[in-house]
């Protein structure tokens, strides 16, 4: 095994110029894999309320086993992430068994073709059934790109290596961004059938993929990994190895919970505030009396600015993050980070559109990225050394897509939050409404009503970052300290 020294080198001139050009190539490829990994999510993240909207029309309250109704949206995005965690927990065990080089040329083919397979769906069930293998190859990719890298670069470069690569998803939600603001000040915005371009877009990068299968090899470490595992009787990739083992058992299950606090937090809460920012948009226009068309399109430009400024701030907290996490240790800047998504996401939910409308989106929207995916730089740098190389890539998946079957309980979770305390409020205003009010009126002090009812449901379930903090003393600090080995 390769000796892996410590984070900082004094010698270091960069760590760009650091890497020999095989090291550089596996970077670019990873990195891109995870790039248009997260652009896909991000597309759907856009197109979720128009595909719903052409697919089932005004009837978007499905009723599960008989009796539990859930927005067609929401249930759609919980699909999603229910088939991220699966491939995240499969794909990981087979990277490790099987090379991480290949199993990430086929996660990226195979959310490549679901997504575009996506744009032909005719049904939400057909529709599910798109997401939910999409899901399968979005959720392969993390571990396998983290893992790839963490065994191929340098040991003192890895952190930075890592803490950039994670931060380039911020790259791929800005493109996605920039696609849903193009298409809303464009005819195209005037096609209600623009959500499929949006899906066509999130199946190129299936040419990515020719590039990984011609020129990537398996890291130098895994194989020998690989080998010595076969000699002393050990398995590549196993669960069972992995439960069975005391301090991989402790590190996994405790990394997941850690991993939870992100991952609700951000597909739980933060995704949903593209849908605030609609509902607000919405009302404002409509209550200026604009037209119909007016409305929709302002509603796509501003939820469309709202991610990507959402994302310009992740991308500055992730390469935060990374800076903290060499300087400072893991454990504390997890904590940090922590603390400020759950004050500054309750600031947000609570005040955006209260202070300056629909422009408060410009800085508070940064804001809250800044914070809510700067935790998953650390996830990137802190969870591939908990692990040995042969279950490195399996570790990772478990502890980053185990909370994704959490996360999926998310949007039904802040629906029923919402919906219930909508019920309350709009039943409040309509009660202190003064005699004699308008429908028009009465209709939007209701609209009013179920806007800040999402607003506190939201507040509500940030609480969930502060299982990030409390989790912290059940785990090591990593920092300074070589990749462990079996």
Not at 43 to 69: C, H, S, T, V, Y
Not at 157 to 186: D, H, K, Y
Not at 318 to 327: E, G, P
Request: glycine share 10%.
């Amino acid at each position: 095994m390769s000796n892996q020294a410590a984070d900082f080198n004094p010698n270091a001139t960069g760590w760009w110029s650091q890497l020999k050009p095989y090291q550089r190539l596996v970077f670019i490829v990873a990195t891109l894999a995870w790039m248009f990994d997260c652009l896909d999510q991000q597309l759907f993240n856009l197109a979720r309320k128009p595909a719903m909207d052409a697919l089932l029309g005004a009837k978007q309250e499905l009723i599960l086993f008989g009796k539990f109704p859930i927005q067609a949206g929401a249930l759609a995005t919980s699909i999603f992430v229910l088939g991220w965690a699966t491939g995240g927990m499969i794909f990981g065990s087979l990277g490790d068994r099987y090379g991480r080089a290949k199993m990430l040329s086929v996660t990226v083919l195979l959310y490549s073709i679901a997504t575009g397979l996506s744009a032909l769906s005719q049904s939400f069930t057909d529709f599910a059934v798109y997401r939910f293998i999409t899901g399968l190859g979005v959720g392969g990719v993390f571990g396998l790109a983290v893992a790839l890298v963490a065994d191929t670069v340098p040991s003192h470069i890895r952190p930075r290596a890592l803490g950039v690569l994670q931060s380039f998803s911020a790259v791929g939600n800005c493109a996605a961004g920039f696609i849903g603001l193009s298409i809303a000040l464009t005819a195209l915005g005037e096609d209600q059938n623009y959500w499929k371009w949006l899906f066509v877009i999130g199946a190129l990068p299936a040419f990515l993929v020719a590039t990984i299968q011609l020129r990537m090899k398996e890291p130098e470490s895994w194989t020998q990994s690989r080998d010595k595992a076969r000699a002393e009787g050990k398995r590549a990739g196993s669960y069972r190895d992995l439960f069975g083992h005391a301090v991989w058992r402790r590190h996994a299950l405790f990394g997941m919970v850690l991993s939870c606090a992100g991952v609700i937090g951000l597909w739980g809460i933060g995704v949903f505030s593209s849908d605030l920012v609609g509902d607000i948009v919405s009302h404002n226009l409509a209550q200026a009396g604009a037209a119909a068309e007016e409305v929709n399109k302002g509603k796509q430009l501003w939820m469309s600015l709202n991610l990507l400024m959402f994302n310009v701030g992740a991308f500055a907290g992730m390469l935060i993050f990374t800076r903290f996490a060499v300087n400072l240790g893991r454990k504390k800047s997890f904590a940090i980070f922590f603390a400020g998504s759950l004050l500054v996401t309750v600031f947000v939910f609570q005040m955006i559109g209260k202070i300056n409308g629909r422009w408060d989106i410009l800085w508070m929207a940064p804001l809250m990225g800044f914070f809510h995916l700067s935790v998953f730089a650390g996830f990137s740098i802190y969870l591939p050394e908990l692990f040995p190389t042969r279950l490195r890539a399996t570790g990772v998946s478990f502890c980053y897509n185990v909370g994704r079957y959490l996360a999926a309980l998310g949007p039904f979770t802040l629906g029923a939050l919402a919906a219930g305390f909508g019920k309350t409020a709009q039943k409040a205003a309509a009660d202190g409404a003064p005699a004699g009010i308008s429908e028009a009126a009465l209709g939007a002090l209701k609209t009013v009503a179920k806007i800040d009812a999402f607003r506190d449901a939201a507040s509500w379930m940030c609480l969930i970052f502060l299982l990030g903090i409390i989790v912290l003393p059940f785990l090591p600090e990593t920092k300074g300290k070589p990749l462990p080995e079996d």
